[in-house]
């Protein structure tokens, strides 16, 4: 009788328990609807992954970062942006390029001293048409600048160097700094070519020929004491240093510390373990970068291990691959000269030697909610952050999580992609005369993908892909293809309008012969670098980049969404 309720208690309804029984009655659906509601939170809590903000404009990523979210990441095989890519054009910088008219007052102001007054004319000819050329003369200068002005007129140029002679009677090397004329990235160019000149009967100089991209390689590198070249508004110091300047030489050595002294007095920081390890490429920036800007607030240098796993997103073998070098990647000269950081091996090196000698101590921290706020006043010479094996509250961006967010700022800026891949792209841009427009082309596993990309496959087909841009693409262009699609003879019917281009064209600018498989040989202990799958999707999506025209899947081609059906509002937003 204890479990019976008041209802069948005598068999009969009765009135005054009429009201306690609905109380009770309200009060356990109101706890059922509790207990689903904390249950339904506890799974969105557990499941939300908010959108990846590497691949946002700066604007979002500035909010994001002045947001609470947590950050978590997708698998993505999209390149990551870097902080070139959220300068803003310097206008002034760029708007003082040379033209044909300031080379040709150049011209005029030589003849007025003195010089030859019959343009293309050595005053010291003399009818002898065997006279050796001159590379230094400031007429073959001229005639040089005159003759690459004109044979490329869709790049700006800002500098010319004093041409140097070839290796044969006749050749001058010359190099300059240019940019596209639509250039839409804040970033200079160098290319240095070699030029054939002849002498006509009348003493008539002539350039006959103009060599190919980089082949100019005697003016590659600007000696010490040589005089400047000719530049229309000379850069300052600074604007120099803050854009780069992709085809210049690089130096990526590593950082060495000068004296006992001088790393005794340092300060450091250091990160330890983590279950970031060959997780994709932005989860692994987002993660460095997280740690870089620690260092910075704790005006520390950080000690980095330089030495990458590639997920497996990106390898041939479809295994995660470990030996790669944060220099095939990034730019390491221009974050070694912009932040304080030495690499792990050198620093341990250094470590085991003075350490104990010079009472350096070290500070364990193995906790990511121990905020940078409360190591700030840390008087041990390292700081080092251990995390532990279980993901993911050991994943390195976790410390800047939280209050964290508004306090430590990950510093983009310091952040460049690898100088050595541009100079790929530029010289795939270069060999279509920056004269190209482009089109971005997801097919793969997406096409193949009924349920989250219905119109994909269709919309991306050719028909449907002659039809889309007849409209936008005028016939007969250069159209650079930047695809998944791993069949390329997939879009011949796309021959009949347009000049194709693909990047597996140009692949012999990263094979054995190359200069960019020499330098990554060497930096890399002698052992041959494979031209891997981020390095590729990095160039192709580059290369794309710097099309006049540029067109996108999913904003150009199809009505379905980047990431499946019904998320285009939130991948938009």
Not at 12 to 28: C, H, K, Q, S, Y
Not at 156 to 179: E, L, S
Not at 336 to 360: C, H, I, N, P, Y
Not at 395 to 400: E, Q
Request: include cysteine; aromatic fraction near 12%.
């Amino acid at each position: 009788m204890l479990g019976r309720s008041s209802f069948s208690r005598t068999g009969t309804f009765r009135l005054e328990n009429l009201g306690p029984n609905a109380l009770a009655l309200i009060g356990n659906l109101c706890f059922t609807l509790f207990v689903l509601g904390v249950l339904i939170f506890t799974i969105i809590a557990a499941t939300y992954e908010p959108e990846d903000p590497l691949f946002h404009p700066s604007t979002k990523i500035t909010t994001f970062l002045t947001s609470t979210s947590n950050a978590t990441f997708k698998s993505d095989n999209t390149v990551v942006k870097t902080g070139e890519d959220f300068m803003a054009a310097n206008q002034t910088a760029f708007s003082t390029f040379i033209n044909i008219a300031d080379v040709e007052k150049v011209t005029s102001d030589v003849n007025s001293d003195g010089g030859s007054t019959d343009e293309g004319k050595s005053a010291d000819c003399e009818g002898n048409v065997d006279t050796p050329i001159d590379c230094r003369d400031p007429e073959v200068f001229h005639l040089l600048m005159r003759a690459t002005i004109e044979r490329f007129p869709d790049i700006h140029f800002y500098r010319f160097g004093k041409p140097v002679a070839g290796p044969k009677a006749g050749t001058c090397d010359m190099a300059w700094r240019f940019r596209p004329k639509e250039g839409k990235t804040a970033s200079f160019y160098k290319d240095y070519r070699r030029f054939v000149i002849s002498r006509s009967t009348n003493c008539t100089l002539s350039v006959t020929e103009i060599g190919d991209y980089h082949s100019g390689v005697l003016a590659r590198k600007r000696k010490r004491n040589q005089t400047p070249g000719f530049e229309k508004r000379p850069l300052k110091q600074e604007e120099v240093n803050s854009l780069p300047v992709v085809g210049e030489v690089v130096n990526d050595s590593l950082p060495v510390v000068e004296s006992e002294g001088s790393f005794s007095r340092g300060k450091y920081l250091i990160y330890v373990g983590g279950g970031d390890r060959c997780k994709n490429i932005n989860h692994y920036l987002w993660s460095f970068l997280c740690a870089l800007g620690e260092a910075q607030y704790l005006n520390r240098t950080l000690v980095m291990d330089l030495s990458i796993c590639l997920s497996s997103i990106y390898t041939s073998s479809n295994q995660d691959e470990e030996g790669k070098d944060f220099r095939f990647y990034f730019d390491f000269e221009h974050l070694r000269e912009s932040a304080s950081v030495l690499d792990q091996g050198q620093f341990w090196t250094d470590w085991s030697k003075w350490q104990k000698r010079d009472g350096m101590s070290l500070h364990l921290v193995e906790d990511f909610k121990v905020t940078p706020m409360k190591l700030a006043d840390v008087k041990d010479a390292l700081i080092m952050r251990k995390f532990g094996s279980v993901e993911p509250d050991n994943y390195w961006y976790r410390v800047c999580e939280g209050e964290t967010e508004s306090v430590v700022q990950r510093p983009w800026h310091l952040i460049w992609k690898s100088r050595r891949l541009l100079d790929i792209v530029s010289a795939i841009a270069t060999r279509l005369n920056w004269d190209y427009d482009s089109v971005h082309i997801v097919r793969g596993e997406k096409a193949r993908n009924k349920e989250l990309w219905p119109n994909l496959d269709q919309d991306t087909s050719p028909n449907a892909l002659l039809s889309t841009l007849q409209d936008k693409i005028e016939d007969g262009r250069n159209l650079y293809i930047a695809t998944t699609e791993p069949d390329q003879s997939f879009f011949d019917p796309l021959k009949d309008k347009y000049s194709t281009h693909f990047l597996d064209e140009y692949k012999g600018l990263w094979d054995e012969k190359t200069e960019w498989y020499s330098e990554m040989t060497k930096l890399n202990k002698g052992n041959p670098v494979e031209f891997d799958g981020y390095m590729r999707v990095s160039v192709d999506t580059e290369v794309f980049l710097r099309g006049k025209k540029q067109l996108e899947t999913f904003n150009d081609l199809t009505k379905d969404c980047k990431d499946g059906i019904n998320t285009c509002s939130t991948a938009s937003s």
